[in-house]
């Protein structure tokens, strides 16, 4: 009765592949008109650049190429921990609200696999062109190109122990995503509480495991981008960017879900909800970029303040307006719409929102990772567009494969009964 | 001074009463208040209260805070003592926010609650009138008021008994 399962239509399914198919198109067409304009443009902002990191090397179509995938594996790979995240936190705080997207949250870890390999892969070919300090001869002390400070941060920063730390990471989230859904898997055919309190127990050991790898994880990805600078609320930041984007497509395909006539038990009380904590989490990091740029702006510290001078004012104010649109979209925008108690409730509004701060946080992505492996000339192009298609398109298939094949509702959850009743 | 007459239906079971509310609400008859323990889920929408426009109240009052939150700041460290602090400018936008993020809250929050105090008709040393003890204990109770000439007691009375009132009692009340 109320076991649900979905089928993904043939056409639906094919949209996925033509999404992939475009985006692949999109991104060829986009390398050759940068093969083609790349080269007179380089020249320009020579001295910029030479402030920026050291590197001397011209930027490229594969410079951009290597920035986009990074950009749109970090992105997707958050918001599919994300789905673990807050999938774990709901066990541990013994929530009842959430029993209709528990699913959801499972399904959208799907991509972490692929993740995985795309991570690995683009690190082993394309790690020169996104992250500096992998070049040796800054390590040596007799090489012209050393570095005292990079140098400083080989016990950390070197290769076999980045890899080692993105496997770990990788494989603890992806065996940690498959131990619970095994768990719920398994509630679902023999019932009784004790996968719950496994999953409990399973999650309580996830999160501990996660603050470690989700901060370690943010300063390896996207920090160690910009070598020689560093924030201490850095992985927070990435955390809270995760967060925002992981919520907005949990509640997202909950709606799409719900208008195709499936997630009977989903109603406004639920959406409400889900509602707040997008209102919340964009506050919260609105908060810590805030806490993070106060602090530079202040002692302006030539060290520190440069990670700010180069997305705001620097090569020819290039990312200027990026700065300011991030805090529209992922500040002002979820602050104004979402306030009032009847837009968290209206399926419109919930829908504006998320596609809005989905946008921005990969702008806000796009603003971290960009500068560090492009410095001014980045673009946001038919390669961007195209990039960002494929990881789409990949995404929405491994996760609607993951939702069909199993019920969209967990039908022996202990809170199902609660969850049926919430109201707020 | 007159006094107001209130019929009391005592239930001691939160389902029936909300059943209770929908038919007595049904058959025409407005129900004053229900007093009870705890709240009650639901029991807004049951009796047909509306949402409070508070939200709306403490909106604006954030708007004010913030308002005068800049204005101070701008004021005193733009035109009438303006210092140099850390070699920024005089009206540092980022330096404000802080303080301007904390008279937002400040006067959100105190608007809030004293605009609460006067809708509510709430002041010092108000005298409430009790309807029963047993309300602040494990019963609930439905005070309907009786307006002189229009009200039958005694088919209220029926009625409040039919649809699951253990007592019926009878308060009055010094207006």
Not at chain 1, 249 to 265: E, P, R
Not at chain 1, 324 to 335: E, G, K, V
Request: overall charge neutral; aromatic content about 16%; glycine content about 8%.
């Amino acid at each position: 009765m109320i076991e649900e399962s979905l089928t993904i239509s043939k056409r639906t399914s094919n949209r996925f592949f033509f999404l992939i198919g475009l985006g692949l198109v999109l991104l060829i067409v986009g390398i050759f008109i940068t093969m083609n304009s790349g080269g007179g443009h380089h020249g320009g902002g020579g001295h910029e650049e030479a402030a920026a990191a050291g590197g001397h090397h011209a930027i490229t179509w594969v410079n951009r190429l290597f920035a986009n995938l990074w950009l749109n594996n970090v992105y997707f790979t958050g918001i599919a921990v994300i789905g673990l995240f807050f999938g774990a936190i709901q066990y541990v705080a013994y929530a009842g609200w959430s029993v209709p997207f528990v699913r959801i949250l499972q399904s959208i870890t799907a991509y972490l696999p692929f993740g995985a390999a795309v991570a690995l892969i683009v690190f082993f070919i394309g790690q020169h062109q996104i992250f500096h300090w992998t070049d040796n001869s800054l390590f040596d002390t007799a090489s012209p190109n050393y570095d005292p400070i990079i140098a400083g941060k080989a016990g950390f920063l070197n290769k076999p122990f980045f890899i080692i730390r993105m496997v770990v990471f990788y494989g603890a989230w992806i065996y940690f995503a498959w131990w619970l859904r095994k768990q719920s898997l398994e509630e679902d055919i023999n019932g009784g509480l004790s996968y719950y309190h496994k999953s409990i127990r399973i999650s309580a050991m996830f999160l501990v495991i996660f603050g470690v790898s989700s901060s370690i994880s943010a300063w390896d990805w996207v920090m160690s981008i910009d070598t020689h600078w560093f924030s201490t609320l850095f992985a927070w930041y990435v955390l809270s960017s995760w967060l925002v984007s992981g919520l907005a497509v949990t509640t997202l395909i909950a709606i799409f879900l719900k208008q195709n006539g499936y997630l009977k038990m989903l109603n406004a009380d639920h959406l409400h909800d889900l509602g707040k904590f997008i209102f919340g989490f964009s506050i919260f990091w609105t908060y810590l970029w805030f806490s993070q740029f106060m602090l530079y702006w202040y002692a302006n510290l030539p060290e520190e303040v440069i990670y700010f001078k180069e997305r705001f004012g620097m090569y020819n104010d290039h990312y200027s307006w990026i700065l300011l649109f991030n805090l529209f979209i992922n500040f002002a925008l979820p602050l104004l719409v979402l306030m009032t108690r009847d837009a968290k409730r209206q399926v419109i509004m919930l829908k504006i929102v998320c596609f809005a701060v989905l946008f921005g946080h990969w702008m806000d992505f796009y603003l971290m990772i960009m500068p560090g492996t492009l410095r001014g000339e980045s673009g946001l192009g038919f390669m961007e567009l195209g990039t960002a298609l494929i990881f789409l398109g990949v995404f929405l298939t491994l996760v609607t494969r993951k939702l069909t094949s199993a019920s969209l509702i967990p039908v022996n959850h202990p809170f199902l009964e609660e969850s049926m009743h919430h109201h707020v | 001074m007159t006094n107001k007459k209130y019929i009391l239906g005592v239930y001691d079971d939160e389902d029936v009463l909300l059943h209770a509310i929908d038919k007595i609400r049904a058959a025409g008859t407005k129900i004053t208040t229900v007093f009870s323990p705890y709240p009650v889920h639901g029991i807004d929408d049951a009796l047909g209260i509306e949402r409070t426009k508070l939200p709306i109240a403490a909106f604006l009052y954030g708007c004010c805070g913030l308002a005068f939150a800049l204005w101070m700041q701008i004021y005193m460290l733009g035109f009438d003592w303006p210092m140099i602090i850390g070699g920024k400018p005089h009206i540092a936008l980022p330096a404000f926010i802080p303080v301007s993020f904390e008279l937002t809250v400040l006067f959100t929050a105190h608007g809030m609650v004293i605009t609460f105090f006067i809708i509510s008709g709430l002041y010092p040393r108000i005298k409430v009138p009790v309807m029963d003890v047993r309300s602040t204990d494990d019963k609930f109770i439905m005070a309907i008021e009786v307006q002189e000439g229009k009200t039958d007691i005694k088919k209220l009375d029926t009625l409040l008994r039919d649809n699951g009132a253990i007592e019926v009692n009878e308060k009055e009340v010094a207006k």
